[in-house]
Nanobody
Framework: QVQLVESGGGLVQAGGSLRLSCAAS????????MGWFRQAPGKEREFVAA????????VVADSVAGRFTISRDNAKNTVYLQMNSLKPEDTGVYYC????????????????WGQGTQVTVSA
């Protein structure tokens, strides 16, 4: 069992930066793939970034490549999403998620989800 709590969201102007954190509890965190997803109003939840259990492998969506970076600190049971050069289209609720033996774009492979944190980027 893994419980996830996101933080770090807020209101920022276009071109600004935010760092999201996802604190995890549970003994299986260090062996779990982790992902970040987002959902804008009226749209489906979409993949943003994912990281393997060791942190050695990452994948990011094309829409955020070169601007967002995912990382993790297993000693702190935390995964991060550094977001730079934010755009208004990055606005949405950001969720972190955990998966056993998987990291990647498939929403249905993630078993545990946080409650989300709101990110709003103004033009």
């Amino acid at each position: 069992q893994v419980q996830l709590v996101e933080s770090g969201g807020g209101l920022v102007q276009a071109g600004g930066s935010l760092r999201l954190s996802c604190a995890a509890s549970g003994r299986t965190f260090s062996s779990s793939g982790m992902g970040w997803f987002r959902q804008a109003p009226g749209k489906e939840r979409e993949f943003v970034a994912a990281i393997s259990w060791s942190g050695s492998n990452t994948v990011v969506a094309d829409s955020v490549a070169g601007r967002f970076t995912i990382s993790r600190d297993n000693a702190k049971n935390t995964v991060y999403l550094q977001m730079n050069s934010l755009k208004p289209e990055d606005t949405g609720v950001y969720y972190c998620a955990a998966a056993r033996a998987y990291y990647g774009v498939k929403t249905q492979r993630y078993e545990y989800w946080g409650q989300g944190t709101q990110v709003t980027v103004s033009a």
